[in-house]
């Protein structure tokens, strides 16, 4: 051995014997990658949402969100009872109403299309999760979400600016809306609204009513976004003018998003929810850290659809992108995820 090979082997064991910590050793087989895991994901975190409409025997795609579909009552006992035995827990609705009006009274009413459908569920899986997802922007005839100021109407302020979201007369109707759905058999409602004091409203409403065991999970930060446009698609809810910035969140603000939650902490609330997922994995985080509630992540309908359209053009894999997308947002503090993967989430890690 030459004296040069000799003085490289001397530096290579004398590296050897500094360099102590190596962390590839944890990744150099699948067994030990599996053995130090520090997340997972499972059927049990996820809870799949459904859009329902009035009708009958319709199974409608929604052409911005590949797979998805709106349903109709007689055709939710088979995708139901489907959705519980892959071994997921919980559902959340979305209603598409026969007739919309100013103040969303199908919301509010017990032949609703969401209080009927809630008795349908409950009757063809009564193990699953119900949870109503309690907003009036699916049931306005403008798409807000809420009483909008307007001149004839019974709650017309005058001082008030005309297309103002009337905050505190929409906590009455929210409030109302809730025991509607408490009755029905809804085990969560879940106020996405982001109306002030949603939460202490329906809390009240639900508690007064005698539905002190029905849950509430609130959209405590949801976000102003983008990404809701295929979902607005999908439940028919576009608003009619404006948009929802004036009650939604700037999805500039974390401070104010963590204020958020901290206002709906001290309401009553006894999960949250952050909306939408990615684009907020920093606000999920930070609430993971400060607060000790069960946290949701909605991975929303935008998300979703970037990545079916990147793989349908052959530049994305949709079964990884989706599942690391899935594991980053438990691994920032999720402990329940929101995700039209979920169905096909689950059949994939039966697989793996």
Not at 324 to 351: C, H, N, P, T
Request: with cysteine; net charge negative.
């Amino acid at each position: 051995m030459s004296e040069l090979s000799m003085e490289a082997n001397e530096a290579a064991r004398a590296s050897a014997l500094r360099m102590r910590a190596r962390p590839r050793r944890l990744r150099l087989s699948p067994a030990m990658r599996d053995l130090v895991r520090e997340n997972a994901l499972s059927p049990a975190d996820f809870i799949y949402p459904l859009f329902i409409r009035h009708g009958s025997d319709l199974q409608l795609p929604i052409e911005s969100m590949p797979g998805q579909y709106q349903w109709t009552l007689d055709r939710l006992p088979a995708e139901v009872q489907a959705i519980a035995a892959l071994g997921i827990r919980a559902v959340i609705l979305f209603g598409i109403p026969a007739r919309k009006d100013l103040c969303g009274s199908d919301n509010f009413s017990d032949s609703g299309i969401i209080p009927r459908a809630i008795r349908v569920i409950k009757d063809a899986a009564p193990d699953l999760v119900v949870i109503s997802d309690m907003c009036f922007c699916e049931y306005t005839d403008h798409g807000h979400c809420g009483l909008i100021n307007t001149p004839g109407s019974v709650h017309f302020d005058p001082n008030l600016p005309l297309g103002y979201l009337l905050n505190d007369a929409t906590l009455e109707l929210l409030g109302r809306a809730s025991v509607v759905h408490a009755r029905a058999g809804a085990d969560i409602i879940a106020p996405s609204g982001m109306i002030d004091g949603m939460v202490a409203a329906i809390r009240d409403s639900l508690d007064i009513e005698g539905f002190t065991r029905v849950a509430v999970m609130s959209y405590a930060t949801k976000m102003a976004s983008v990404m809701y446009s295929p979902f607005r698609d999908a439940a028919e809810s576009p608003p009619s003018f404006g948009d929802r910035k004036q009650y939604q969140l700037d999805p500039a603000n974390r401070r104010e998003a963590m204020r958020e939650i901290a206002l709906d902490v001290k309401q009553g609330a006894d999960m949250l929810l952050v909306k939408p997922a990615l684009p907020c994995l920093d606000i999920l985080s930070e609430a993971r850290r400060q607060v000790d509630l069960p946290l949701a992540a909605y991975q929303v309908s935008g998300e979703y659809a970037m990545v079916h359209a990147a793989a349908m053009q052959g530049w994305l894999d949709l079964e990884a992108v989706a599942l690391e997308q899935l594991i980053s947002i438990k691994r920032a503090g999720a402990d329940m995820i929101i995700s039209y993967f979920a169905k096909d989430a689950v059949s994939w890690l039966a697989r793996a």
